[in-house]
């Protein structure tokens, strides 16, 4: 497994081997042990598995507050998405800034956004599948939001607002700085 740092050294980009022939393709998309050895030291505890049907879904930005706070290792299955992972930590070097990367079924390529970031992405083809593991169980009275668009986080994402797709519930998340940062 391949692991690039980003521009947020606590978010990295992964790339498991793929053992290809004329059968297909065999991938090892986690191995515990191995990111150890990388200094990676996370226990997952749940997969969560998303469907959207239409290109421009916008799902996020999400975080869970302590004690509830999640670590996700996320990669594509089908399509392909523009992922960003926002540092929320209050005091770090790099509060309010953000890395966006595409991921996509061909690329491979998995993302790992620790605790302390908010996460979402905007599916980028029909009918993308997109599955994450979590080192937390999912605590809907610690679950939190910042809006996608908020002007004072400058993601430039690949669609505009009035072609996104969002839950009702992501249309009315607050902007950075109208939130309490738990971490």
């Known amino acids: 497994m391949d692991i690039e740092e980003t521009s947020i050294g606590?978010?990295?980009?992964?790339?498991?081997?793929?053992?290809?022939?004329?059968?297909?393709?065999?991938?090892?998309?986690?191995?515990?042990?191995?990111?150890?050895d990388a200094g990676i030291d996370l226990n997952f505890v749940q997969d969560n598995h998303s469907l959207s049907g239409p290109a421009g879904t916008v799902r996020g930005l999400h975080f869970q507050a302590p004690?509830?706070?999640?670590?996700?290792?996320?990669?594509?299955?089908?399509?392909s998405i523009y992922d960003v992972a926002v540092d929320i930590r209050r005091g770090s070097p790099t509060f309010g800034e953000h890395v966006g990367v595409t991921l996509s079924a061909d690329a491979w390529t998995q993302i790992l956004v620790p605790m302390g970031f908010a996460h979402g992405f905007c599916t980028l083809e029909p009918d993308t599948e997109v599955i994450y593991k979590v080192s937390n169980?999912?605590?809907?009275?610690?679950?939190?939001?910042?809006?996608?668009?908020?002007?004072?986080?400058?993601?430039?994402?690949?669609?505009?607002?009035?072609?996104?797709?969002?839950?009702?519930k992501d249309q009315l998340l607050p902007p950075l700085g109208e939130i309490e940062a738990p971490f």
């Open 137 to 168: 169980y999912y605590a809907p009275d610690h679950d939190f939001g910042i809006h996608w668009q908020d002007p004072a986080l400058a993601i430039d994402w690949p669609i505009g607002e009035s072609a996104a797709i969002l839950s009702d």
């Open 10 to 36: 606590s978010v990295k980009l992964l790339t498991p081997v793929k053992h290809g022939d004329s059968r297909g393709f065999f991938s090892e998309t986690y191995n515990q042990q191995r990111l150890f």
């Open 67 to 79: 004690p509830y706070a999640q670590d996700k290792l996320v990669r594509v299955l089908r399509g």
